[in-house]
């Protein structure tokens, strides 16, 4: 049985830290870089909502659903987003990947790729899980294709699913990566992170 628990992850770039309090300005401070809050589909925090997101993250890591973290760029050494494991079922050795945002100057670069190659790796690595899965707002099309550039497989669509801040219901888009296709997809996002050191 899969036992998740706070760790620091680095590579390619990019260092994962134990989500905590100290993070809430540098947080708020990213997702005013393209006011990602207004995106609908998305669970991206307002500036003055970021310490009760930090606190919901965190009271998610104490009953064992989640394992939530920063996401700092090493060069410039600034946070840069967040990223989480939740719907953790250890007893089916299974994490979801999401809650997963990057600062508007941030996506579409290495980031993505090289945190996802992070997590993955201590999923099922480290921890030992049997499948990861992603998961995705029917509307977040942007969110559809990054995942499906990952490598994960669409397992299907979960109909009137999942509340959004607005009060709506939104169509939930499900992926997932088994432990035996991880090699494959291990292999694809170096490739893709080499590729973009040499571009």
Same mark, same amino acid.
């Given at each position: 049985m899969i036992r998740p628990a706070p760790i620091t992850l680095e590579g390619n770039g990019v260092k994962l830290e134990p989500l905590s309090h100290l993070h809430e300005e540098q947080l708020a401070s990213a997702a005013a870089d393209g006011r990602l809050w207004e995106l609908w589909f998305t669970s991206v925090p307002a500036p003055a909502q970021t310490g009760v997101y930090i606190e919901k993250a965190l009271e998610g890591q104490r009953s064992g659903d989640m394992l939530p973290w920063a996401v700092r760029e090493l060069k410039g050494g600034q946070v840069i987003g967040s990223t989480r494991y939740h719907d953790i079922i250890a007893a089916a050795d299974r994490v979801e990947i999401g809650y997963t945002w990057y600062a508007k100057r941030w996506q579409r670069s290495h980031v993505n790729s090289a945190c996802k190659l992070l997590l993955?790796? !201590? =999923?099922?690595?480290a921890l030992g899980c049997k499948v990861v899965g992603l998961r995705t707002d029917n509307f977040n099309l942007a969110s559809?294709?990054?995942?499906?550039?990952?490598? =994960?497989?669409?397992?299907?669509v979960i109909r009137h699913h999942w509340p959004r801040r607005d009060g709506t219901v939104?169509?939930? &888009?499900?992926?997932? &990566?088994?432990?035996?296709?991880?090699?494959? &997809?291990?292999? !694809?996002?170096?490739?893709?992170?080499?590729r973009n050191e040499a571009n």
């Open positions: 993955f790796a !201590h =999923a099922f690595e559809q294709r990054a995942i499906e550039a990952l490598g =994960a497989k669409k397992d299907g939104r169509d939930t &888009v499900m992926y997932s &990566v088994l432990a035996t296709e991880w090699p494959d &997809v291990k292999r !694809h996002l170096q490739f893709r992170l080499k």
